[in-house]
């Protein structure tokens, strides 16, 4: 007694099952203090739908990572994006390092 997935396939299971194409980048925002660098960043993890209400001035390094879907024709991909929030000028001059996997600036 054969069922009608077997019927037509050779009694193989077929699946729509496409591998996705995982592309990961790094993105360093940097500028003089107090522009909004933390603001863009956070209102793109969001989806643009929250905007900061209170300033809080960064004070070291800070990861967002964020997946974004690539639409490109029958490709099936992401992209991975690591966004370093650097503090401002000001506030980047005196971070040296920020713990052992972190980063180290020149002096």
Same mark, same amino acid.
């Given at each position: 007694?054969?069922?009608?997935?077997?019927?037509? %396939?050779?009694?193989?299971?077929?699946?729509?099952?496409?591998?996705?194409?995982?592309?990961?980048?790094?993105?360093?925002?940097?500028?003089?203090?107090?522009?909004?660098?933390?603001?863009?960043?956070?209102?793109?993890?969001?989806?643009?739908?929250?905007?900061?209400?209170?300033?809080?001035?960064?004070? %070291?390094?800070?990861?967002?990572?964020?997946?974004?879907?690539?639409?490109?024709?029958?490709?099936?991909?992401?992209?991975?994006?690591?966004?370093?929030?650097?503090?401002?000028?000001?506030?980047?001059?005196?971070?040296?390092?920020?713990?052992? %996997?972190?980063?180290?600036?020149? %002096?």
């Amino acid at each position: 007694m054969s069922s009608k997935a077997d019927e037509g %396939s050779g009694g193989l299971m077929q699946t729509n099952f496409r591998p996705t194409l995982m592309v990961r980048c790094k993105v360093v925002v940097v500028g003089d203090a107090c522009v909004g660098k933390t603001a863009i960043a956070q209102m793109f993890e969001s989806n643009l739908q929250h905007y900061p209400s209170k300033y809080n001035m960064t004070t %070291s390094v800070e990861l967002i990572v964020k997946r974004v879907p690539i639409q490109k024709e029958e490709a099936h991909a992401m992209a991975e994006l690591y966004l370093f929030d650097c503090p401002g000028q000001s506030i980047f001059n005196q971070v040296s390092t920020k713990g052992p %996997s972190g980063f180290a600036w020149p %002096s």
